[in-house]
């Protein structure tokens, strides 16, 4: 199946005093990396094959939060990443 672009929202409480990078980390369902993309006015949108967001796993952290080249689940929980919980629309891929 060809690639498409996923989507995912994530709204934040408040605004921060400063601007914040961040980057989505998506992981399958062995925890194997399979795509990383900015966080841009609240959505990070990942080019891939739908098919691998079964039992995925999305990690949010700030750029540069002394993160491996292919930061790991365990590493992103010890810098204090956020895993939101996931809903997937397959209609919209969002």
Known sequence: MPNATVTFAMPFDGTPEEPIELV???FDGRNKLIASAP???GKAAFDLEPERLLRAR????PKGANLTTAPTVGILKRVGGYEPALRL????RN
């Open 24 to 26: 989505g980390y998506l």
């Open 39 to 41: 966080v841009r006015d």
């Open 58 to 61: 999305l990690f949010i952290a």
């Open 89 to 92: 629309n397959p209609a919209t």
